[in-house]
């Protein structure tokens, strides 16, 4: 049987392997398909070891047909972003100087999907080490976004949302360390969550900025996204920051109860410094229409305030790249990685494999972050941006005293074209809508709500819970897109 798999979900693609009605190698073999069709446009992997894929996919037949699968998800693919370790495959972080690197282990996150039958497909293009928001820091190829080639995906998990887009893959795993999970599922017209910090085990994610980076998932759906949730969240012992709690309680459980309810009774903030601030016309009538939607559903909206939002992109910019200059010191090419050949001595090696290997957005940052970090400036950088933290934390902490979730943009605008933002500063002010909540630790949704009325370019919608609200941020979001006007959020490629 040949399947199509442009639009399908985890949980259809679980009903036909349940039914009996397509095998896991016909599954995946119909994923290898779409990416041989579309990648060439796309350039959404890195990798896709076709050979490893399909071995995988017979054994989960095997044990289906034994009646004993691992879960009712075994023999479904999901799409690994690059910073994430799978044993025996290679993990570049879209990087020169990790070229060679090729995994000994599973990341935990790997593991847990595995052991649910999951079966990793591929590595999925970023930004290098996670810095950036369009992917175009990728040392290795330009992704574009599948509703029109000539456009960023977003970043840094832009190969996930793009591939999901695409049809390449129903899920796939990204990273948020500011946004890089939301926004690109924003640009993509897909579904990106990050989770609370701590929620979700780091151990075997390639570090970024460790006290903000988050795993999370990007599907097509809220369902989708909540089984994978279900499947990778929890605690971790080989993370010394993985919160205590066992799971995420039951999240597809939540959604599907959820899904035909109202919102009665749900009171939602609205951030005035979210609305103040520019964004296109378009990302405003999206989320008004959403408003507007939630409203008919019977959710009540009241105004609130994060008074220290203008402190967040400054913030966020002195401590993930303090964080990022010490975690990325790592790679010198000494125990694993690209090494400079020409070197002649010990300096040389470090230099020249530094040089040579990182790209110029990771300089910039080990720069940024060395300097901040240098005696002399710490007190007046670093040590002022983890105060002014506690301060950003602290008025989520008052507005989730008025109010139960929170709604924002994700994004200033809609996807820009490829090369539109050539100044750095450009590119960090717009975060401006995501950052905030790594720095809090607070968990946060990204919805597709419309279309753009002039670019047809999709709209995401940021839902906001405080910590380990998962099962509410998933309710109202699965309440929300299943009411939402626009219903099809598919790019005709
Ligand atoms: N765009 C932000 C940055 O460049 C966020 C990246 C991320 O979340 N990994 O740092």
């Given at each position: 049987m040949s399947i199509e798999v442009k639009t399908l979900t985890v949980a259809e693609a679980a009903a036909l392997l349940a039914a009996g009605k397509v095998t896991a190698a016909q599954l995946c073999r119909a994923y290898l398909d779409r990416v041989q069709t579309v990648d060439g446009s796309v350039k959404a992997f890195l990798k896709c070891d076709a050979e490893r894929i399909m071995a995988a996919a017979e054994a989960a037949d095997q044990r289906r047909a034994a009646g004993t699968p691992r879960s009712p998800y075994d023999g479904i693919p999901v799409g690994i972003k690059d910073c994430i370790v799978t044993a025996g495959e290679t993990c570049s972080c879209a990087s020169k100087i990790l070229a060679p690197v090729v995994s000994p282990y599973d990341a935990t996150v790997v593991a847990r999907l595995k052991a649910a039958g999951f079966i990793p497909m591929g590595r999925l293009n970023m930004d290098e080490f996670a810095m950036g928001s369009s992917t175009e820091n990728?040392?290795?190829?330009r992704t574009a976004n599948p509703w029109d080639i000539t456009r960023v995906p977003g970043g840094s998990s832009g190969g996930s949302a793009a591939a999901v887009a695409a049809g390449e893959v129903a899920v796939a795993l990204g990273s948020d360390t500011g946004g890089s999970i939301r926004q690109p599922a924003a640009f993509c017209g897909v579904v990106g969550v990050k989770p609370t910090y701590g929620r979700v085990s780091r151990y075997g994610l390639v570090a970024f900025?460790?006290?903000?980076?988050?795993?999370g998932p990007l599907a097509h759906t809220v369902e989708d996204a909540a089984i994978i949730l279900d499947t990778i969240g929890g605690h971790d012992p080989r993370d010394c920051t993985s919160l205590p709690e066992p799971d995420c309680g039951g999240l597809a459980a939540a959604v599907a109860a959820a899904r035909n309810g109202d919102l009665k009774g749900v009171k939602i903030g609205l951030p005035e410094e979210y609305f103040a601030s520019e964004s296109s016309a378009g990302v405003k009538a999206g989320v008004e229409a959403a408003i507007a939607?939630?409203?008919e559903l019977g959710a009540e909206f009241v105004s609130v305030s994060l008074p220290h939002t203008k402190y967040a992109v400054a913030t966020y910019y002195i401590i993930a790249t303090a964080e990022a200059s010490t975690n990325l010191a790592r790679f010198d090419g000494i125990r694993y990685g690209a090494r400079d050949q020409e070197a002649q001595d010990l300096t040389e090696v470090y230099f020249k494999t530094r040089g040579h290997g990182f790209g110029d957005e990771v300089k910039r940052r080990i720069i940024l972050g060395t300097y901040v970090l240098s005696s002399g400036y710490y007190d007046a950088f670093y040590l002022r941006a983890q105060k002014v933290r506690t301060l950003i934390r602290r008025d989520f902490e008052a507005a989730f005293r008025q109010c139960d979730l929170l709604l924002t943009p994700v994004t200033?605008?809609?996807a820009f074209r490829f090369g539109e933002k050539k100044d750095p500063l450009q590119m960090y002010l717009a975060d401006i809508y995501?950052?905030?909540?790594?720095l809090s630790g607070n968990c946060g949704i990204s919805i597709p709500a419309a279309l753009e009325a002039d670019s047809g370019m999709p709209v995401?919608?940021?839902?906001?819970g405080p910590a380990l609200a998962e099962k509410q941020l998933f309710a109202v979001a699965a309440r929300f897109e299943q009411a939402r006007k626009e219903q099809v959020f598919t790019p005709a490629l």
């Open positions: 990728s040392a290795y190829q900025a460790s006290s903000l980076d988050q795993i939607v939630m409203k200033p605008t809609t995501t950052i905030a909540l790594n995401g919608i940021q839902l906001i």
